[in-house]
């Protein structure tokens, strides 16, 4: 029973609570998963025009996860490695806040850092013009998707995109991403 002096459910419970954190999940985003969490979000005060927004939000980080992740598991339903991470759902008065973190290359943190910025300095109408350009562009060599997930994210929260970088280890850095989508149409 020692692992449970190291690990208290109570303790975490708490911490969910203070923090206002209504979803947590950590692992291999499954089809299975994104559905439970569809199915959570449907269950949003507010409004469901809020909820589909939240939803689309945590598909495109989950995408980014999947994809995207140094850290891989094996699934044995799609049969290959997967991407690892976590994605949480908290809220403050005026917003939700979602915010996805897992492992990436530390070479791939400066173009990530320079997208974001790129994206959060565009105002509605260039934001809206760089999506058109970027969904003509061809598809990046050895990288899936169409590179839309920032300024999809951006868009459909009417908010600007937080990164933030730690350090893992050696080679790896921890990507956190978070977005906040206000209660309020």
């Not at 996805?100 to 934001?127: F, H, M, Q």
């Not at 600007?160 to 050696?170: G, L, M, R, T």
């Amino acid at each position: 029973m020692a692992y449970i002096e190291h690990f208290s459910v109570k303790t975490f419970k708490q911490q969910l609570s203070e923090r206002k954190i209504s979803l947590a999940f950590q692992g291999i985003f499954s089809q299975d998963v994104l559905a439970l969490i569809g199915k959570s979000l449907r269950n949003t005060p507010e409004s469901r025009v809020i909820a589909k927004r939240l939803f689309a939000i945590v598909i495109e980080m989950a995408q980014n996860i999947h994809h995207y992740s140094a850290e891989k598991q094996y699934s044995e339903k799609d049969g290959r490695d997967i991407g690892v991470g976590i994605v949480a759902i908290a809220e403050d008065e005026d917003h939700y806040i979602i915010t996805s973190g897992n492992c990436i290359i530390k070479t791939e943190v400066p173009p990530l850092i320079e997208r974001a910025n790129y994206i959060n300095g565009l105002d509605a109408d260039e934001l809206k013009k760089f999506y058109r350009e970027q969904r003509k562009m061809p598809q990046r060599e050895g990288k899936p998707g169409a590179n839309l997930g920032f300024i999809d994210m951006v868009r459909k929260s009417g908010n600007p995109i937080e990164i933030n970088i730690k350090d893992y280890d050696e080679t790896r850095s921890f990507f956190i991403l978070s977005v906040k989508v206000n209660k309020e149409l």
